[in-house]
């Protein structure tokens, strides 16, 4: 069991997303970034759908009510546990009675909590995520508040083992790190400063010229108004270059949709499932996560690549996740 101390500014459980219901208008939600949830998950032995905690900004304070493994990646909410500073990207082993808290954010907009066997919350169309405008998923289709209580879930072979094998022998010590951690090359993507990789949206050559352009080649802030559904950025107006209608169809993560007004909307986990503004881009899949940890204030830059380059970026990155997924696995066995 874990007792929610203080709720945090924005704290959910999350998995991979509600897929194969958007026909009939449910929205996917999920882990904003879907890299740090699925490693995180690794670390202690869990699959990658396995719920975890993703945790916005100012994370929670959180007692633990039973020994477990935990494993802390994404963003650096400088998380702590009895106070001493526990590193991210590793797993930890943790006693009954400690508290786990987080302090000035360092760099990242979310951090994602793993603990081995998972938060036991109900699904909802066979997902434990949490969409707040609906109430569903996670717990209680809400964000963690003071006074929750979450249940741990029931542990692989491998989170079984690994528990044993981190356990410490001397009982007064209340916490100990596997003495291995992720590669930097899986995490530098965090406060990075190139570019995000777009294709050309689906109305890409309804826009001006000019647009176009500054589409590509001027930066844009995200707003302080912008939530898990979508960045609303600001930066060079985008113009049509004839008022057109657009038929509604199905949107994605990453898809930029440009309103009447001009300014871009980038569209997130919380998505709704169709738009009917005109798409000027799409964000590869490869970037996703880095938009996941960017804050609103953040200024960030747009590069066109084509469909095909995209692909191969996503196939590269996967194969290796998988290679990283085999080594975890290696230090279980």
């Not at 490869?286 to 692909?311: K, N, Y």
Request: glycine share 10%; hydrophobic share 35%; aromatic share 8%.
């Amino acid at each position: 069991m874990i007792s929610v101390l203080k709720a945090g500014l924005m704290t959910t459980i999350q998995d991979q997303g509600r897929y194969g219901n958007q026909k009939n208008g449910v929205i996917a939600s999920g882990a904003m970034d879907q890299d740090s949830h699925r490693i995180a998950n690794q670390l202690v032995g869990n699959t990658t759908n396995v719920p975890t905690m993703e945790i916005t900004l100012m994370g929670p304070v959180l007692e633990f009510q039973q020994d477990t493994c935990i494993a802390i990646c994404g963003g650096h909410l400088t998380p702590m546990i009895d106070g001493e500073p526990v590193s991210m990207w590793k797993p930890v082993y943790i006693k009954k009675g400690t508290e786990l808290r987080f302090g000035q954010p360092k760099s990242g907009f979310r951090s994602y909590l793993a603990i081995a066997g998972g938060f036991e919350v109900p699904t909802v169309m066979g997902s434990a995520s949490t969409y707040i405008r609906a109430g569903i998923g996670g717990y209680k289709g809400r964000p963690l508040e003071k006074g929750d209580t979450l249940t741990i879930g029931r542990q692989s072979e491998d989170s079984q083992y690994l528990m044993k094998k981190l356990t410490p022998s001397d009982p007064k010590e209340r916490l100990r790190e596997a003495p291995w951690f992720v590669d930097s090359s899986f995490t530098d993507y965090i406060g990075a400063k190139h570019p995000i990789r777009v294709m050309p949206g689906r109305e890409y050559d309804l826009f001006e010229t000019q647009s176009q352009y500054d589409f590509f080649h001027t930066p844009y802030t995200i707003d302080s108004k912008s939530d898990r559904m979508g960045y609303r950025l600001t930066g060079s107006t985008l113009k049509l270059k004839e008022k057109k209608d657009i038929l509604s169809e199905a949107v994605a993560f990453g898809t930029v949709q440009v309103p009447p007004e001009g300014n871009p909307i980038l569209l997130l986990a919380d998505r709704q499932t169709t738009g009917g503004y005109p798409k000027i881009g799409q964000v590869a899949s490869v970037d996703l996560p880095r938009i996941a940890q960017m804050r609103p204030g953040e200024s960030l830059t747009f590069e066109q690549i084509s469909h095909d380059a995209a692909q191969r970026l996503l196939l590269h990155h996967e194969t290796k996740l998988k290679q990283l997924q085999r080594g975890i696995k290696t230090k279980y066995l």
